[in-house]
């Protein structure tokens, strides 16, 4: 939802393509609000996991920069959950996705992974040395929602890590070599947005960013 | 679009009824992506057109606040054009309403009508002597967006009466006597945004109040 609902912002007539997994073009095919993007300007491409592709029709034509998605662990979209499928509530590779973006032309690349239920070996060794990763940032702890008095969920219900402990995104990244490390994504309940927050110094002691609106980062 | 998109803001378990024409209650069904707002916390409540119906589940609770929806001109949503249907476009009474909102405690009352094509006399008899109305604002003149060049439709193939000229909702409503005149749901290009510029001097003039975020307004 935090990755399509902007779509509808986006039907001034401004064309682009609009690269996704083919369960999120399903998806959007199953709602025909989405055809406020008129098909004329607006191409749906459907990519596979796991395959690296060009960018086509950026403005400075002229640059090389490559896409790649993969699956990391998550959750099935709220809306979308069916309990009768059981415990994972029929989660599929395509739920979870995190993108690495490279820049053929300067051999610089990042990540974007905003929603992230936890760091197998595989995305750690994905992530290992990276320019710069943006990283999930939901929650400070686990049962923030509980805590602030907003929901009853867990982060990790909701299909995010949190930040801090033994098994949040700090510690999970700590020995990566990462360059520079972003949390985006993150909840209104979260303390380290707070300027001045114990939480905002732990975070930025073991070298982290929060994001802001407006940040332009130049790799 | 303008009035429902927002509805996916609305998703944080916050109860509250959400009443619109059963062709927009149908229009949600269509799209799932809508069931982000959970059945269990938001009723859908189809009303019909030109029927005074009291709104339920207000925080003020003792209030004896009442709507009424009644159709305006205007055309279907762009998105659910079919231009086989002819001119019209397929338009029914149910593409674009205007609601009105009775405070039957104090008796004062209020229009809202973001979106209408032209002021027919049965329109202009409705608002005539009313406390507030907020009106359609979207462009100055008929053809602004092929004049900013920003598009080819004029305003009134967008379902949009302009404020200028004397067929525009300046002059529809100069002699209808409303006490108080708000434009809304202005478009970007319209040169009435710009503090100082002789359009908003003319609206000002005439007794317009442009509205801005945050605006309150006690009748």
Redesign the interface.
């Known amino acids: 939802?935090d990755h399509?609902?902007g779509l509808?912002?986006l039907?001034?007539?401004q064309p682009f393509q609009l690269y996704a997994t083919d369960r999120v073009i399903k998806?959007l095919t199953?709602?025909?609000?989405f055809?406020?993007l008129d098909a004329g300007l607006v191409r749906r491409c459907g990519v596979a996991l796991d395959q690296t592709f060009k960018l086509e029709n950026r403005p400075d034509a002229g640059s090389e920069v490559f896409a790649e998605m993969f699956a990391v662990p998550g959750k099935v979209a709220?809306?979308?959950e069916d309990e009768q499928a059981g415990p994972n509530f029929g989660t599929v590779a395509e739920d979870t996705v995190g993108l690495k973006i490279v820049d053929r032309g300067t051999g610089r690349s990042f990540f974007y992974i905003p929603g992230c239920a936890a760091m197998p070996d595989s995305l750690a060794l994905r992530l290992r040395g990276a320019d710069l990763v943006f990283f999930d940032g939901t929650t400070w702890i686990d049962n923030e929602m509980q805590h602030t008095g907003?929901?009853q969920k867990t982060a990790r219900r909701m299909g995010h890590m949190c930040m801090s402990g033994s098994d949040g995104s700090i510690a999970a990244c700590a020995s990566l070599g990462i360059r520079r490390k972003i949390f985006i994504h993150i909840n209104n309940t979260n303390p380290v947005l707070l300027e001045g927050s114990p939480q905002r110094a732990e975070a930025e002691d073991a070298g982290w960013e929060i994001a802001w609106d407006g940040m332009e980062i130049v790799l």
Do not use: D, F, H
């Not at 199953?30 to 609000?33: L, R, T």
């Open positions: 939802m399509i609902a509808l912002s039907r001034e007539r998806m199953a709602n025909p609000i055809n406020v709220l809306y979308m907003v929901g």
